[in-house]
């Protein structure tokens, strides 16, 4: 477990006029490493997320990322062109609301093909069966690839966002609450898919969740939110298991146990 | 002198207890001992003397305030006490293991998977982790018709025995054991002290809990009683 990160973040804030999103948030991610980042709902953490991965801009603060030809890059001072590319090749993006990161009236199996496209790939029957491959992968019946994920259940379509993002192989995967809003069986099966598809890979992410179970579950390392700032940091084990903080105690003797 | 696979010394640990009006409780205080290769040491004390939480401190799940907790890492002393998340991490994949007083099952992972996590993530491959896993779950008497299910709904014993054997499935030089026996009946007892009494053969080094004497008069070389690090109460 040498060698360089895949990302660097030092000091990074973002403000909303005079309110606090996130502020002075720094950490390094390393290839296969997860890092959840966990919190109540307004601590910053979607905030945060949406800072790292482009999709906002940061009031002040640096993030850096080893691209594929490994050269550093500020990602604040990528062009548009280049951010876009990196969001469709190198990275994924796994919305909690399935509709956000799929379009609801293409068929499973372009929603996958299309992200092949996307990095030039032109050979329908390779495309075809490259997504066949993925919808197995994430679970799906491969004679659901001509139907469009309009008609498909929440934990299918949460399934073939994942399986939508990571047939590019990208090397950084964002996810926000990835679980929320499923089942607790349809959970445990996408938390499962997951797990395995994220250590077989040897996927760095970082995954934006209030569940300290799917942290536990998923994650290596966990950060703390709370009023934008990371509270408390570590192994995800020793947070939960010997919280130091105030909060980080609240909310670990907060969790329900079956 | 050989040098020890593990030394903990100086270690201290108090829980600050923020929810109950900040309360201070040691746990420990000036806690040293060693553990060589082919030895297993066995914290004494009764229940409450801080035993468990000390085997904790030593897997890095709980944080330490003071001291080192130093493991002879690829030839090298590293202190996993100031480790960053991901030595530690590294030090749980290569060099020490822990077995539980309770298992943490995730959901859909069959038991054979359970037991061959450690090896795969060691970079074996599926085949041999699960022959191997298949080998400790029979000579641990598990019934074979449920090796390929999650382990979840297991009884006690059942749990134990999967624990167990993804302990003692790598080859780790340090083992924690955290009454690896409590659950289970006297011919599995005897299976696991057979199997512990391996591992010094093999040159472990290792650290744990037994409340059974019997049991702990089987494996312990020395007794390390943790009631001579109990810190001075606070009033």
């Known amino acids: ?258 | 002198m050989v040098t020890p696979l593990l030394s903990v010394r100086d270690v201290a640990k108090t829980f600050t207890m923020h929810l109950r009006d900040g309360a201070v409780l040691p746990v420990v205080l000036g806690v040293g001992f060693e553990v060589h290769a082919g030895e297993c040491v066995v914290l004494g004390g009764p229940s409450g003397a801080g035993k468990s939480s000390l085997l904790k401190m030593v897997y890095g799940n709980y944080g330490v305030d003071a001291g080192q907790i130093l493991l002879q890492h690829r030839g090298q002393p590293t202190d996993l006490a100031t480790a960053s998340p991901r030595v530690v991490l590294e030090l749980r994949r290569d060099t020490i293991g822990y077995v539980s007083q309770f298992l943490r099952t995730v959901p859909r992972v069959t038991t054979l998977d359970v037991i061959a996590e450690p090896l795969r993530s060691r970079g074996v491959g599926r085949e041999e982790a699960q022959t191997r896993a298949r080998a400790l779950l029979s000579q641990l008497n598990l019934p074979e018709q449920l090796w390929s299910l999650p382990p979840a709904t297991f009884s006690g014993g059942e749990q134990q025995r999967v624990n167990i054997a993804r302990g003692f499935v790598t080859d780790h030089p340090v083992l924690l054991l955290d009454e690896p026996t409590a659950s289970l009946d006297a011919g599995n007892r005897a299976v696991v002290v057979e199997m512990i009494a391996e591992k010094k053969r093999a040159g472990a080094a290792l650290l744990g809990i037994f409340h059974d004497e019997e049991v702990r008069a089987a494996v312990a070389d020395r007794i390390v009683d943790v009631t001579a690090f109990a810190p001075r109460r606070a009033a």
């Not at chain 1, 209030?210 to 947070?239: F, P, Q």
């Open chain 1, 1 to 258: 477990m040498t060698g360089e990160p895949l990302l660097r973040v030092s000091n990074l804030s973002k403000l909303f006029g005079s309110r606090i999103g996130c502020t002075e948030v720094s950490f390094a991610l390393w290839p296969g490493e997860v890092l959840a980042v966990v919190g109540e709902s307004g601590s910053g953490k979607t905030t945060l997320l949406n800072c790292v991965s482009t999709r906002l801009e940061p009031t002040s603060g640096v993030a850096e990322y080893r691209m594929r030809d490994e050269n550093w890059r500020n990602l604040y001072d990528l062009s548009e062109a280049e951010r876009r590319f990196l969001m469709r090749t190198d990275w994924g993006f796994v919305h909690q609301n399935p509709a956000d990161g799929l379009r609801m009236t293409v068929s499973a199996g372009a929603n996958v093909g299309e992200r092949l496209m996307a990095v030039g790939d032109r050979h329908y029957g390779r495309i075809r069966s490259t997504a066949l491959d993925w919808l197995n992968r994430v679970e799906i019946a491969g004679d659901r690839i001509d139907d469009e994920p309009r008609g498909f259940s929440g934990g299918m379509r949460q399934r073939l966002q994942i399986a939508r993002n990571l047939v590019t192989s990208p090397r950084l995967v964002f996810m926000d609450e990835p679980t929320g809003g499923l089942d607790v069986s349809v959970q445990a099966r996408l938390l499962d898919l997951l797990r395995s598809l994220v250590s077989e890979l040897g996927l760095a992410a970082v995954i934006v969740t209030h569940d300290l179970a799917v942290a536990r579950l998923l994650s290596h390392r966990m950060m703390v939110m709370k009023d934008g700032r990371v509270i408390e940091a570590g192994l995800t084990d020793r947070v939960l298991d010997d919280p130091r903080e105030p909060y980080t105690q609240l909310l670990v003797s907060s969790i329900l146990q079956v």
